[in-house]
C-alpha cells in the first residue's frame, strides 16, 4: 500500500487565492515530486525536488523538501480556474530504477 | 505521437476475461514502469523493466498479472481471469537511462481504463 500521507483530500478555493498542500511519510525519500493529473489523462510533472530543504518554484507554483526529508509541500500562488484538478505527491528512494510512492491526492476546484 | 502510448484506452471484460493492454513507450526511453490506479486513489507501482529485463515486478497483485518487454521497447501488461476488483486505469511511464537524481523525468502515458463487469 500507498506510504505517502497528502493533505488536504480536496478544497474549494476562490479564482485569485493562494494554495498549500503537503505530503508527509514514515519513511525517508531522496527525491520529491509533484504531479497534476487532469480527468481521462496521466500525470503531469510539475516540481521534482532533489535535495533536503530545497525550495524550487516553477511559475506560481512554489515546492519544498523537507529537511527531515519526510515530508514536501507544495503552494500555488494566485490561482486561476485552470489550475483544477489532482495534485498528486510522489517520493523516490532511487531503487527499482526510481520507482514513486505516490500519495493519494489532492482535488482543487477553483470557482471563478 | 512523441509522448507514451497506451492501447485500448477503454477496455471493458467481463469477469473471468484475459485482457491485454500495450504500451508505447518514448522511442529511446530505457525505463519503462507501469502503475494500476484504482478510483480516488494515488498511482501504485506495479511493475518496473530496464530495456527488456523485468528488474521489479515487486507490485504485482498476484500471478494473474504478466508484464513483458521482450524487445525492450514495447511492453504488454496481461490480466488472466480478470475479476472486478481489476477494475483501475493502468498508467505506463518510461524515461531515459539513469535515475531522477540524474535529472531524468518520468513521462506517464494517459492510461488505459480497465472496467470488469
Known amino acids: 500500500g500507498q506510504q505517502l500521507n497528502q493533505s488536504p483530500q480536496s478544497m474549494f478555493i476562490q479564482e485569485g487565492e493562494d494554495v498549500s498542500m503537503n505530503c508527509t511519510s514514515s519513511?525517508?525519500?531522496?527525491?520529491w515530486l509533484w504531479y497534476k493529473q487532469d480527468p481521462g489523462e496521466g500525470p503531469v510533472l510539475l516540481i521534482a525536488?532533489?535535495?533536503?530543504?530545497e525550495l524550487t518554484s516553477n511559475g506560481r507554483l512554489t515546492a519544498q523538501f523537507g529537511i527531515t526529508r519526510k515530508d514536501s509541500f507544495l503552494n500555488i500562488s494566485a490561482s486561476i480556474p485552470s489550475d483544477v484538478g489532482i495534485y498528486f505527491c510522489?517520493?523516490?528512494?532511487?531503487?527499482?530504477?526510481?520507482?514513486?510512492?505516490f500519495g493519494e491526492g489532492t482535488q482543487l476546484t477553483v470557482n471563478p | 505521437g512523441a509522448g507514451v502510448s497506451q492501447s485500448p484506452r477503454y477496455k471493458v471484460a467481463k469477469r473471468g476475461q484475459d485482457v491485454a493492454l500495450r504500451c508505447d513507450p518514448i522511442s529511446g526511453h530505457v525505463s519503462l514502469f507501469w502503475y494500476q490506479q484504482a478510483l480516488g486513489q494515488g498511482p501504485e507501482f506495479l511493475t518496473y523493466?530496464?530495456?527488456?529485463?523485468?528488474?521489479?515486478k515487486s507490485g504485482l497483485p498476484s500471478d494473474r498479472f504478466f508484464a513483458e518487454r521482450p524487445e525492450g521497447s514495447v511492453s504488454t501488461l496481461k490480466i488472466q481471469r480478470t475479476q472486478q476488483e481489476d477494475s483501475a486505469v493502468y498508467l505506463c511511464?518510461?524515461?531515459?537511462?539513469?535515475?531522477?537524481?540524474?535529472?531524468?523525468?518520468?513521462?506517464f502515458g494517459e492510461g488505459s481504463w480497465l472496467t470488469v463487469v
Open positions: 523493466f530496464q530495456n527488456e529485463a523485468q528488474l521489479d
Open positions: 519513511s525517508i525519500f531522496n527525491t
Open positions: 511511464a518510461s524515461s531515459t537511462r539513469g535515475g531522477l537524481l540524474s535529472g531524468n523525468t518520468i513521462y
Open positions: 525536488l532533489y535535495k533536503a530543504g
Open positions: 510522489a517520493g523516490s528512494k532511487e531503487t527499482s530504477g526510481s520507482r514513486l510512492t
